[in-house]
Nanobody, 121 residues
Framework: EVQLVESGGGLVFPGGSLRLSCAAS????????MSWVRQAPGKGLEWVSG????????YYAESMKGRFTISRDNAKNTLYLQMSSLKSEDTAVYYC??????????????WGQGIQVTVSS
């Protein structure tokens, strides 16, 4: 059974940093690209970032470039999202999503349960 479990969310001040983790199990982690997707209150899903199977290629939504860094540790079956210079508009539930292939594309077949990130003073 595929499981994706996010952790590391919480409340942070504007301008602060936070690192999200996603622990994966139930599949061969290093065979698949992974992504982070978020949903702000009252809005639809927004793709945040993606990474290829070996971490060699990374992709970011325009508003996240320079502030967010996606990475993965295949030995630990874990995906990360380092977020810095956080803004109130980054407040959302963040989801880890498994890709359908080793190279990244905006196609997912499994999702985590999501974790809340709140940016507020």
């Amino acid at each position: 059974e595929v499981q994706l479990v996010e952790s590391g969310g919480g409340l942070v001040f504007p301008g602060g940093s936070l690192r999200l983790s996603c622990a994966a199990s139930g599949f061969t982690f290093d065979d698949y690209a992974m992504s982070w997707v978020r949903q702000a209150p009252g809005k639809g899903l927004e793709w945040v970032s993606g990474v290829s199977w070996n971490g060699g290629s990374t992709y970011y939504a325009e508003s996240m470039k320079g502030r967010f860094t996606i990475s993965r540790d295949n030995a630990k079956n874990t995906l990360y999202l380092q977020m810095s210079s956080l803004k109130s508009e980054d407040t959302a539930v963040y989801y880890c999503a498994k890709g359908r292939a080793s190279s990244w594309a905006q196609e997912y077949d499994y999702w985590g349960q999501g974790i809340q990130v709140t940016v507020s003073s």
